[in-house]
Nanobody, 117 residues
């Protein structure tokens, strides 16, 4: 059974930091490009960061460059998103996504991040 389980979302003050985790099971994580997406209220889901299957290459949305870092440990079947210098506009549900050249594509259930004073 394929599962992606996100955790780590909480209420945090502006300027604070969070680390989101995505625990994968039921498929070979090491073959998949992993991404984090966010979906703000009333808006479409959009990609935040992606990491190649080996972890050697990463990409970031312009809005989070230099603030967020995506990483993975294939041996631990886990992907992380380190979020620093958080802003109110980062408030959203964050989703973990696993993609194998569009042949297989899996989503987690999401974790809520709220940035507010």
């Amino acid at each position: 059974q394929v599962q992606l389980v996100e955790s780590g979302g909480v209420l945090v003050q502006p300027g604070g930091s969070l680390r989101l985790s995505c625990a994968a099971s039921g498929f070979r994580l090491r073959l998949y490009v992993m991404s984090w997406y966010l979906q703000a209220p009333g808006k479409e889901r959009e990609v935040v960061a992606s990491i190649s299957s080996s972890g050697g290459s990463t990409e970031y949305a312009e809005a989070v460059k230099d603030r967020f870092t995506i990483s993975r440990d294939n041996a631990k079947n886990t992907v992380w998103l380190q979020m620093n210098s958080l802003k109110p506009e980062d408030t959203a549900v964050y989703y973990c996504n696993a993609d194998l050249r569009k042949v297989n594509n899996y989503w987690g259930q999401g974790t809520q991040v709220t940035v507010s004073s």
